[in-house]
């Protein structure tokens, strides 16, 4: 599987940007995905996931509430609808993909990751 992000930028505080992670492959369905982020000088931590069937979503505590993944199956592409954007969201972002799993917020159970894409939020 390879995960292709998408959709980063530049935005300003209290904006809103949507992330998109297509896959390739057949068996997108088959993989939890996952979003992480790493910012300057910091260690990668997870953002949010999404079990592979989309009935299970899980989210760290600093975006909850402001943050939403989605997925569509259909389009081999999972989203993250960021709003309300701080500047202490700025990172790069990643998505990750873990077979059959029901969305983990531990990194070592992610099989694929994409390259990741810069969002930066100016205050």
């Known amino acids: 599987v390879q995960l292709v992000e998408s959709g980063g930028g530049l935005v300003q505080a209290g904006g809103s940007l949507r992330l998109s992670c297509a896959a390739s492959?057949?068996?997108?369905?088959?993989?939890?995905m996952g979003w992480f982020r790493q910012a300057p000088g910091k260690e990668r931590e997870f953002i949010c996931a999404i079990s592979y069937s989309g009935g299970r979503t899980y989210y760290a505590d600093s975006v909850k509430g402001r943050f939403t993944i989605s997925r569509d199956n259909a389009k081999n592409t999972v989203y993250l609808q960021m709003n309300t954007l701080k500047p202490e969201d700025t990172a790069v972002y990643y998505c990750?993909?873990?077979?059959?799993?029901?969305?983990?917020?531990?990194?070592?159970?992610?099989?694929?990751w994409g390259q990741g894409t810069q969002v930066t939020v100016s205050s």
């Open positions: 990750a993909a873990d077979y059959y799993g029901l969305g983990s917020i531990r990194q070592y159970e992610y099989d694929y």
């Open positions: 492959g057949r068996t997108f369905s088959t993989y939890a």
